[in-house]
């Protein structure tokens, strides 16, 4: 990939200072050709390549150059799947060369597949419906230099300032990817979430079958359901109270559990019109959050609820958003995003997703703090995953028009 794009930078700036121009290196590597190379490669790659750029996709498409934009959001749909005979490979590596014998029925055809493993629906002898997601060869191995380059690669974009220090973000990357790539601490947290939520009816989690789970391989019972984002068409009420769920389980992450899982896709949650129940899936990002950042968040949302701006001020503060040496107007500017961030929790009644532009003015706010350059902080690495958590909420209460009362849900967790 390297090869053809540096062949690519070359042609396009021997065509460029021909016609007189003096190009940019970003110029030159962003073009068409050169995007359609680095797609291609990255979608054939997968493993932490291809979960960093959907992660920086679902960030920052919006802020990023139209064409590495369209790379980034092509990896959240191109996995391509493991053939056959790799399925049977891993397979025989994790469970024996008779692992057939075990079941009346195995799908070599994956009835989804993602950055770092695929899933497949099988029976066992003993008739239970499984679905059991496997892992791509080579993922763990990879992690390292497959997050360093993509790094390089927004490096060489323009994208990222030469003073900003992404190593430590970076360093977390990896920890992450690491983590969503061991299948027996996934199997750890369906687990737990399972014991947490038991009292709950209206959420439905997977039974995890530990004795077919390993490092690369997840098995867990089948659940139906539809994807949550195609209720779009469901009663307001529905919807409303889909978004209602899912706003009160962030709550009970946060200051109940000190558990959040953190990778807001949309894939993750599917929803049993007959039983009204919201199915949860894929417990790989899900990440233990500290009695000092909890007490944090919970002065900011009082805080906000209260209209209160320096207590928001030494909640922002406590959290990392910026420290005491940031100047006047970068504080203010982040506060002023907070305030987007927490408006549904600031406004009383229903807060109307589908007719805000929250999402709209919180790019906005982002990008002139951003193309200013001179306050460049990446905040602690949790607050960051929380955001991330809370923004998926946000579109998907947008793309259903929902509408919720947040701050009286919040108050229920925020008062304790």
């Known amino acids: 990939m390297a090869t053809g794009v540096a062949g690519g930078m070359l042609m396009e700036g021997a065509r460029q200072l021909a ?15 050169n995007a359609r190379r680095v797609t291609h490669q990255l979608a054939q790659l997968r493993g932490a390549a291809m979960k960093v750029g959907q992660m920086i996709s679902m960030d920052a498409g919006d802020m990023l150059p139209p064409e590495l934009a369209a790379i980034l959001a092509r990896l959240r749909s191109d996995a391509q799947a493991m053939p056959r005979k790799q399925v049977q490979g891993v397979l025989d590596d994790n469970w024996g060369a008779q692992w057939k014998q075990q079941f009346d029925k195995f799908s070599f055809t994956p009835i989804a597949a ?31 230099s497959d997050v360093n380059n993509v790094a390089s690669l927004l490096r060489m974009s323009g994208l990222l300032p030469n003073t900003l220090n992404i190593k430590p973000l970076l360093t977390q990357a990896k920890r992450q990817l690491r ?3 061991d299948y027996l601490r996934e199997a750890d947290y369906l687990q737990r979430y399972a014991s947490l939520l038991a009292d709950a009816p209206e959420f ?7 004795e077919l789970t390993t490092q690369s391989v997840l098995a867990m019972s089948f659940v139906g359901g539809i994807p949550v984002e195609s209720m779009v068409d ?54 233990p959050y500290k009695d000092t950042m909890v007490r944090g968040y919970r002065r900011l949302l009082t805080g906000a ?23 006047e107007k970068h504080q203010a500017a982040v506060l002023g995003m907070v305030a987007i961030a927490l408006e549904p929790f600031r406004l009383g009644g229903d807060y109307d997703f589908g007719g805000s532009d929250i999402g709209q003015r919180l790019h906005a706010a982002g990008m002139d703090l951003a193309l200013g350059r001179d306050f460049w902080h990446i905040p602690p ?20 028009k929902a509408r919720v009362d947040v701050q009286r849900i919040a108050k229920e967790f925020i008062s304790k």
């Open 114 to 144: 993602a950055s770092i493993g695929q899933v497949h629906r099988a029976k066992t002898k003993s008739g239970h419906d499984l679905a059991i997601k496997i892992q791509y060869p080579g993922v763990r191995e990879s992690i390292d």
């Open 179 to 181: 983590e969503e790539a």
């Open 234 to 287: 469901a009663p307001q009420e529905e919807r409303d109270r889909i978004v209602a769920l899912l706003v009160r389980l962030l709550f009970r992450e946060i200051f109940e559990f000190q558990l959040v899982q953190t990778d807001p896709n949309f894939a993750n949650y599917r929803y049993d019109t007959a039983s009204r129940q919201l199915i949860l899936l894929d417990f790989g990002a899900t990440r």
């Open 19 to 33: 016609q007189g121009k003096r190009p940019r290196l970003s110029d030159l590597l962003l073009t068409p050709a």
């Open 305 to 327: 609820a209260a209209d209160d701006q320096q207590a928001v001020q030494k909640a922002a503060l406590s959290l990392g958003y910026f420290d005491a040496s940031t100047q």
């Open 381 to 400: 690495v949790d607050t960051l995953f929380l955001h991330r958590k809370l923004g998926g909420m946000y579109l998907l209460a947008a793309r259903l």
């Open 204 to 210: 439905l989690v997977p039974e995890l079958h530990a």
